[in-house]
């Protein structure tokens, strides 16, 4: 795969130069530290199933505010009725999502985004981007988007952003993070969410940009 060694003309787009290489370094960082909290977890345990793992899911949440505080341009705002804090950078809302479990599972599997949770598809039904092509359901697949309320005014406490980014990555509980990559979703037709762009980033700070693994174009 072709390397960039700058930020992606999406990502300057929607975060400008500095705020784009500096979330592009902190966010495999606070992902490698939410996932290591959750490995621990489950260490302790002693347990064989994964409970332990996925139950400290809100450590995807807490470390990426945690290490993107102190960023000129990003701030940190606790949704409503949420105990959790989600970084908003040049007014975009940043949004952690654990799409898998191993690399095998493809991104752009219809499957995939029926895994977000209410607050995120709830914040795409109103801030999200609109659809740039339709892509068919799968048959018995429940439209998650169905009883979302896009009419709550205070999700944000107040805040009406300009665009939402989901923050996708794949953690195994042995050894570690995977993959992490950002990109857009919308609430297209039969009320799924369907990726309109997404890009690799970094998994190590100090590595090269990824170029566009999924565009709005690959996905047709």
């Known amino acids: 795969m072709a390397r960039l060694s700058e930020p992606s003309p999406w990502a300057v787009a929607r975060f400008g130069y500095a705020i784009a290489v500096a979330l592009a370094e902190l966010i495999p960082a606070a992902l490698h530290a939410a996932v290591g909290r959750q490995m621990d977890a489950q260490q302790a345990s002693g347990l064989r199933t994964l409970y332990p793992f996925g139950g400290a899911w809100p450590a995807r ?3 990426l505010a945690s290490h993107l505080r102190g960023v ?3 701030r940190v705002v606790r949704p409503y009725k949420r105990s959790f ?3 908003v950078a040049n007014n975009v809302v940043l949004l952690p999502f654990e799409y898998a479990k191993d ?4 991104l752009d599997d219809l499957r995939v985004l029926g895994g977000l949770n209410k607050l995120t598809v709830e914040l795409l ?8 092509h339709h892509q068919p359901t799968l048959d018995g697949l429940a439209d998650i988007a169905d009883n979302v309320d896009n009419t709550n005014p205070d999700l944000l406490r107040g805040l009406t952003p300009d665009g939402v980014v989901i923050v996708f990555y794949a953690a195994d509980f042995r050894t570690g993070l995977l993959r992490v ?3 857009e979703a919308a609430i297209g037709a039969g009320n799924s969410p369907v990726w309109t762009y997404t890009e690799d980033l970094p998994l ?3 590595g090269p940009f990824a170029q566009p693994a999924l565009t709005a174009h690959d996905a047709d």
């Open 181 to 183: 990559g950002w990109g």
């Open 125 to 132: 039904a109103q801030y999200g981007p609109e659809p740039s």
């Open 103 to 106: 690399l095998t599972t493809r």
């Open 61 to 63: 949440y807490e470390e």
């Open 85 to 87: 804090g989600v970084g």
């Open 204 to 206: 190590h700070p100090s």
């Open 72 to 74: 000129a341009g990003v």
